[in-house]
C-alpha cells in the first residue's frame, strides 16, 4: 500500500509525540502498579505499530520554512529529561516502594525515552548556534555517560562519515556487537584529537571541553550515590548505557556499509543524500524529531528537525522498516545481513572506486 501524506500540523504532532511517554513514565512512578506499563507500552510497542499499521507519510516543509516553536520543544524536552533522569534513578534503586517487576519495567520505559527522543533532542540541541542551547545538549549527552559525544559528533562524524576515518560509520557485514565498542571508544578518541587540534592552532580556547564532560559525569555519579547509594551509581550507569546503546544502534542502522567514493584526483567525492539510511515512517520520526531523515540532516546540519526532508527513493537510501524496528533486526547480525546485502549492493560505490 501506498503511504498517504499525513495532514496534521507539524509541531503538535512532534510535541505530542514527543512528551507523552514522559508524562506516562512519570506518572507510572507516582501511581505504581500496572500504571507503570502504558509508558514502556509507548516506546516499544505503540510506535511501531502505528508506523506499520498506518502507512502515512509526512510531507516535506516548504523551503525556506520557519518553525519558531521549534526550540522551545527542545528546551521542553530536554528539562523534563534532566528532572527525570535523577527521578528515574530513585524510582528504581531508592526507596521508591515500587515492586522488583515495576522497577524493571521502569528501567526499560525511562531507558527507551532516553535513548530514542532524549537523544535525538540532544543531537538537535548540539547543532544549535545559541551558546545556552548547545549547552543543554551538552548536558543531556553528559547525563548518559556519553559527553564527549557533543564533539565527536560535530567535528569527526560530519566531516568524515562514510569513510573509515569515522568510528560511528559502521562497516559492511560488520555486526552492531562489534561495532559497539569500536565507535564508542573511538570517538572518544576521535573527539578529544579534534578538540585537541583546535587548541593547538589557536581556534578554541578555555577549558577543555572534556574537563567539563569527565567532571559532569563524575558529578552525575555522584547524584546517584547520593539519590540511592551504590544501586543508585549503578542505576545511573546502567541507564545511561542502555541510552547510549540505542544511539549507537541508530549510527550503525543509518550509516551501515555506505561509504564515498575515491574521486580520479584521490579526494573523497562530498558527502550527499547516498551516504545514509532514511526512514518514510511518520510516527517514530515524530517522537524522534525526524532524525530518520538523516540524509538531509548530513546536508544541512542546522537545518531545524520540522524542515527536514525525505529525499526520493531513487537519491538516497532507505531503510524497508521503521528506524526503531531495523534498530531490533540489527541485534540479530545474521537477520541483519540476508536483509540489508541486497540493499547494500544496489547503493555501493562502482567497482574500483
Not at 524522534?288 to 546536508?299: I, K, T, V
Amino acid at each position: 500500500m501506498k503511504p498517504l501524506a499525513l495532514r496534521l500540523p507539524a509541531m503538535p504532532l512532534f510535541a505530542a509525540a514527543a512528551l507523552a511517554p514522559l508524562a506516562l513514565l512519570v506518572w507510572g512512578v507516582g501511581m505504581g502498579g500496572l500504571w507503570v506499563l502504558p509508558g514502556l507500552i509507548y516506546m516499544a510497542g505503540l510506535t511501531v505499530m502505528l508506523d506499520h499499521l498506518i502507512p502515512l507519510v509526512a510531507p516535506d516543509a516548504p523551503e525556506g520554512s520557519e518553525f519558531p516553536a521549534a526550540d522551545a520543544l527542545l528546551v521542553a524536552i530536554a528539562t523534563g529529561h534532566l528532572l527525570a533522569f535523577p527521578l528515574a534513578v530513585w524510582a528504581i534503586a531508592g526507596d521508591s516502594g515500587l515492586s522488583a517487576g515495576a522497577r524493571i519495567v521502569l528501567f526499560l520505559g525511562f531507558g527507551q525515552f532516553f535513548g530514542q527522543v532524549s537523544n535525538p533532542a540532544a543531537h538537535e540541541l548540539i547543532h544549535r548556534g545559541a551558546r545556552g542551547l548547545f549547552r543543554l545538549g551538552v548536558a543531556i549527552y553528559v547525563t548518559l555517560l556519553n559527553g564527549h559525544h557533543a564533539s565527536a559528533h560535530r567535528l569527526v562524524h560530519h566531516r568524515h562519515v562514510a569513510t573509515p576515518e569515522d568510528p560511528n560509520s559502521a562497516r559492511g557485514e560488520e555486526s552492531f556487537y562489534a561495532f559497539l565498542p569500536r565507535a564508542y571508544f573511538g570517538s572518544f578518541r576521535a573527539g578529544r584529537r579534534a578538540e585537541d587540534a583546535l587548541r593547538a592552532r589557536g581556534a578554541a580556547q578555555g577549558l577543555h571541553p572534556y574537563a567539563i564532560y569527565l567532571a559532569g559525569q563524575a558529578l552525575c555519579l555522584g547524584l546517584g550515590f547520593v539519590l540511592a547509594g551504590v544501586a543508585g551509581v549503578a542505576v545511573w550507569a546502567a541507564l545511561g548505557l542502555y541510552a547510549t546503546a540505542q544511539l549507537m544502534l541508530s549510527d550503525y542502522v543509518q550509516h551501515y556499509g555506505l561509504t564515498r567514493r575515491t574521486l580520479p584526483d584521490g579526494r573523497l567525492e562530498p558527502v550527499s543524500d547516498r551516504h545514509s539510511w532514511n526512514a518514510q515512517h511518520w510516527f517514530t520520526s515524530a517522537v524522534m524529531l525526524n532524525a530518520p531523515r538523516h540524509s538531509d540532516h548530513h546536508a544541512h546540519p542546522t537545518r531545524p528537525y520540522p524542515a527536514l526532508r525525505l529525499p526520493e527513493r531513487d537519491a538516497a537510501p532507505r531503510l524497508p522498516y521503521s528506524l526503531p524496528l531495523c534498530s531490533v533486526i540489527a541485534l540479530f547480525p545474521r537477520r541483519w545481513r540476508r536483509m540489508m546485502r541486497p540493499r547494500l549492493r544496489h547503493w555501493a560505490p562502482p567497482s574500483g572506486q
